[in-house]
């Protein structure tokens, strides 16, 4: 998910139809790919090499190969430090030092900064969803070269995505995470009808971000495809705001689960519509 909306956010981008001149186009949606798969890659690996008897607590992470003990720590942060390495100098490279900094600056907050958050407080989610919304930028300044309205729009976009994304995750596994002192829920009892609201509240503020990039210019809405594109956009917000409604009328498991996996299904959706309808 991290890179596809990267590389979203890079087809949305004004820049990138300048890489279809030279007909380059697809080796650098490869080369964004591979240079967003390794950092995340690398960001991953760190998380896991720190928190390997955190992992090796939690039933849904106890496979994990450092908690599992398939790996070594040594191994794991070999594998980190050479993933993490490659793939800034690719971004940085192939396209823009902005590019490879931003991707610096996310591995760094979400490896050493959210990450020993998680068992200090539940302000690890709002730190976390800076380096989980980065990708939207580091896709868009691999085309543009700069950050720009359109490239904030994407990110405020994610970054508001993240919070009823999460807090639904945080829901389903709540026991595996409060069982090991983590403190991912905005509410100290643990699943409340405060943590739904929260949802609910947040996928309202997806409205007018998800509608934002029909008036700044990316997305066009006065021909077929655009009102197709902002059709799609508005049925996918009810289709969330419906699920957050749903888990705090019930404020049960299996809403929490529909909701997290409704996540998965709107972000690709919207950023498909808007591609659908780029100007």
């Known amino acids: 998910m991290v890179v596809f909306s990267s590389i979203m956010s890079f087809a949305l981008s004004p820049g990138f139809k300048e890489y279809t001149s030279d007909g380059n186009r697809w080796i650098h949606v490869l080369l964004l790919f591979v240079g967003g798969m390794l950092v995340t890659g690398s960001a991953n690996s760190i998380n896991q090499t720190v928190e ?10 106890a ?3 450092i908690a599992a003990g398939r790996m070594s720590v040594t191994e794991g ?39 020993p958050l998680k068992k200090v407080s539940s302000i690890a989610v709002l730190v976390g969803a800076i380096p989980g919304a980065l990708p939207c930028l580091i896709g868009w300044t691999a085309g543009t070269g ?11 976009f994610q970054f508001f995505w993240q919070f009823p994304h999460f807090w639904a995750i945080a829901w389903v596994a709540h026991n595996d995470y409060s069982a090991v002192g983590f403190k991912l829920l905005p509410a100290d009892q643990g699943p409340t009808k405060f943590t739904a ?16 990039p029909y008036y ?6 006065n021909d077929f495809k655009g009102i ?8 996918a917000n009810v289709f969330l705001l419906r699920l957050c409604l749903i888990l705090y009328k019930k404020l049960d498991l299996p809403s929490a689960r529909k909701l ?13 519509a808007w591609l659908l309808a780029k100007n």
Not at 228 to 235: F, G, N, P
Request: hydrophobic content about 55%; aromatic content about 16%; charged content about 10%.
């Open 216 to 221: 700044i210019d990316m997305c066009s809405y």
């Open 63 to 65: 496979k994990r190969p």
């Open 77 to 115: 942060w070999i594998f980190a430090i050479v993933t993490g390495t490659l793939g800034v100098f690719i971004l940085g490279y192939f396209f823009n030092l902005l590019t490879g900094g931003l991707a610096a600056f996310s591995l760094f907050l979400y490896a050493f900064i959210y990450t």
């Open 260 to 272: 997290m996996f409704g996540c998965y299904l709107y972000l690709p959706i919207v950023m498909l």
């Open 52 to 61: 390997k008897d955190t992992d090796a607590g939690m039933k849904r992470t």
């Open 228 to 235: 197709v594109s902002i059709t799609l956009v508005v049925l």
């Open 197 to 212: 609201l929260q949802t609910v509240l947040y996928s309202l503020a997806l409205v007018p971000v998800t509608l934002a």
């Open 146 to 156: 700069e950050l720009s309205m359109g490239g904030w729009v994407l990110f405020a």
